[in-house]
Structure formats: C-alpha cells, structure tokens
C-alpha cells in the first residue's frame, strides 16, 4: 500500500524523467495492491503526468487492484484534467465527505481529550464543538487551547475557562449571518445553482432548498418576511411564510428528507438538515 499526494506523484514521475528512470518508478506505483492518492485535482494543466497516471490507473484496473483518490470536488467538476481521466474517476465509486456535524465533533473531542490524558466534562466538550466547526486540526486545536489555559492557570477545565479560551471562536459564531451567505451556503450543500434557488422552478430539486433558505433566513436574520422575499429573487411574504411553516412542521415531527446533488441521494433528518447548515453558516 501506498499514500500519497499528487504533488508527490508529480515531482517522483519528474524526478523519474530527468534520472531515466522511469522502469523503477513504474515499478514502484504499478505493483501496489492499493494506491491511495490525495488532491488529485493538484495534476491540472500537467499533460505529461496525466498520462503517467492514467497508465497507472489502467494497470490496476486490468489487475483488479484499488486506487483511492480525493480530491476537492466532484470528478465532473475538476477543471484541466483530461476527459479519459475524468471518465475512469466516475466509473467507481464517487462519495461525498461531509464536514462532521455536532454530535461527531463532540465525539472527536472526547477521544482526543482521553488521548491527552485529560478529564473534561460533556458541557465543555459540546460547548468546544458547538463554537469550533471548522476542520478537525481547528477542533483540536481549540481543545489543545483550552487545556493549556488550564495548565498555565492551574485551574481544571470549567466552563468559564473554556469560555475565555474560546472567545473569538464564540464572538465569530455570534456574528450576524445575511441572506446571501445563507443563499451561497444552502446552493453549495444542495449542489443547486444560486440563479436556480432564486428563481421560480418548481421541481423538488430547488423547491427544498429554497425553503430551506427561506427558514433559515427568518430564524437567522432579523429581517421581515417582505425583506427577505426581496432578498431572495422577489418572493411575496405567503410564499416566504409558507416555506418557513413547511420546514417547522418537517422539525416537528423531525421527518426524513432526501436530495440528489449530482453524484448520488443523500437523506438525513430535517433537524440533521438544519443544524448542518446552521454549522456552516456558523464557521
């Protein structure tokens, strides 16, 4: 097994080319039984090394063999990759990472702080993981502050600590959140266009991300239903208010909602749906 960037691939097949001694490199990558390659969106605009790995790519396709690869974004959408490429991307299978929502993030936290040797209560571990939803090095990075502020106080780890500790990370939280960050960030989690959210197709692909939209910006602006009906392509204040009715009663009774964002369906829970956007917007 091999793990490995593509910016690495890159400067191994370079090195290759320049020492002729590409048997040896060939060698190296095409008897692995798995390849596991990151960023592979790093070889756009790098012609020779496209061909150098599509060669590779073939050899553990006939050999029955895994490559692995991540990249950030879907395969059809990578830029200046050659379309044979783009093709052997799409023929396995493609999954979608998602950022990990509250209950994962406070999971995360509770094993690394064993990891450390450290007890923290649950009320600060979901404190941290409710005002900390970046990446997971930021995760541990706010958990790896809190327990020095303990250390360099002697104190245990307390709420009010953790508060202190936190403090740009819960005054960012707090920050207002507008319309259009709404409207960008459920697009971006739907997989729908901007143009399409804000226009007046009816289709359930954009009909739910839109009242989506509609409630988040009503629970998280303090705008008025008219103003956010302008904001959001020239809704009246029925159709903004019958959005928002629509997605209260799918938290109320917490049903199961489900989407195609272009790769595959995905379904959640409408309180999962939510919070996970809520995250986002938060970050």
């Known amino acids: 097994m091999l793990y490995i960037t593509a910016e690495q ?28 390659i990151d960023d592979i969106h790093f070889l756009a605009n790098k012609q020779a090394t496209q061909e150098e790995f599509l060669h590779t790519f073939n050899a553990f396709h006939l ?14 959408n990578l830029e200046s990759i050659r379309q044979n490429l783009i093709n052997r991307f799409v023929s396995g299978m493609v999954a979608h990472l998602l950022p990990p929502d509250r209950k994962m993030r406070t999971e995360i936290l509770r094993r ?18 409710q005002h900390t939803t970046g990446s997971i090095r930021e995760l ?36 207002m959140v507008g ?43 303090p705008l008025s239903l008219p103003e956010i009906g302008r904001l959001m392509g020239g809704k009246n ?20 909602v489900a989407w195609h964002d272009g790769s595959a369906t995905r379904r959640m829970t409408a309180a999962d749906l939510i919070q996970r956007l809520e995250d986002r917007l938060h970050a």
């Open 237 to 256: 204040h029925t159709t903004i208010l019958a959005a928002c009715r629509r997605v209260d009663n799918m938290l109320r009774r917490n049903e199961p």
């Open 63 to 76: 050999g029955s063999r895994q490559v692995v690869m991540a990249s950030d974004s879907h395969p059809k």
């Open 140 to 175: 541990e990075g706010a958990l790896i502050r809190i327990v020095a502020l303990a250390a360099l106080d002697k104190q245990p780890v307390t709420m009010a600590l953790a508060r202190e500790a936190l403090g740009d990370h819960v005054a960012a939280g707090q920050q």
């Open 9 to 36: 691939f890159t400067n191994r097949y370079i090195m290759a080319v320049k020492t002729r001694s590409l048997d040896a490199f060939r060698s190296r990558f095409r008897n692995l039984d798995l390849l596991v």
């Open 179 to 221: 319309v259009d960050a709404i409207v960008e960030t459920v697009a971006q989690f739907f997989g729908v266009s901007r143009a399409d959210l804000l226009g007046r197709k009816r289709t359930r692909t954009v009909t739910l991300p839109r009242q989506t939209a509609m409630f988040l910006a009503r629970k998280l602006t």
């Open 112 to 129: 690394k702080a064993a990891q450390m040797g450290v007890g923290i209560s649950d009320d600060v571990l979901v404190f941290t993981a």
